[in-house]
């Protein structure tokens, strides 16, 4: 399946908060909250079907997220929309690395991606 990147299909990473009060698995203590804008700044209506993370931690660990939708649901965004969530990612390293893309189809019916903005989520240190 051929994907185009879709001109003004934008991904914005709004904040990445670490949240030291959840409750978390011993092996994965550190959960980082993080809040994501897809903006839809093309001429096309656009349904995002699907997503896949790559989150890389300190201490070697590889995550790949593949799935459908986004959060359970499957946007679909006109011209001028925008669609906004959060979800959150746990890890036990001194920081993990994220970046990815979203999956989407366009009124026409062509596959396009529009990739996520890497971002950092660091422990901060103890005191």
């Given amino acids: 399946m051929d994907m185009v990147e879709l001109d003004g299909l934008i991904v914005v990473v709004?904040?990445?908060l670490h949240q030291p009060d959840m409750a978390t698995p011993e092996d994965r203590p550190h959960c980082f909250a993080y809040f994501i804008t897809i903006r839809?700044?093309?001429?096309?209506?656009?349904?995002?079907?699907?997503?896949?993370?790559?989150?890389?931690?300190?201490?070697?660990n590889k995550t790949v997220v593949e799935g459908d939708g986004v959060v359970g649901m499957f946007p679909e965004l006109t011209p001028?929309?925008?669609?906004?969530?959060?979800?959150?990612?746990?890890f036990a390293g001194d920081w993990a690395v994220a970046t990815g893309s979203y999956i989407g189809?366009?009124?026409?019916?062509?596959?396009?991606?529009?990739?996520?903005?890497?971002?950092?989520?660091?422990?901060?240190?103890?005191?």
């Fill in 14 to 16: 709004d904040r990445v």
């Fill in 40 to 60: 839809n700044d093309s001429d096309s209506t656009v349904t995002i079907k699907g997503r896949k993370w790559v989150v890389n931690e300190a201490d070697g």
């Fill in 80 to 90: 001028g929309e925008s669609f906004d969530y959060h979800s959150f990612h746990l």
């Fill in 105 to 127: 189809v366009d009124e026409n019916g062509r596959s396009v991606i529009t990739r996520i903005p890497e971002f950092r989520m660091d422990v901060p240190a103890q005191s």
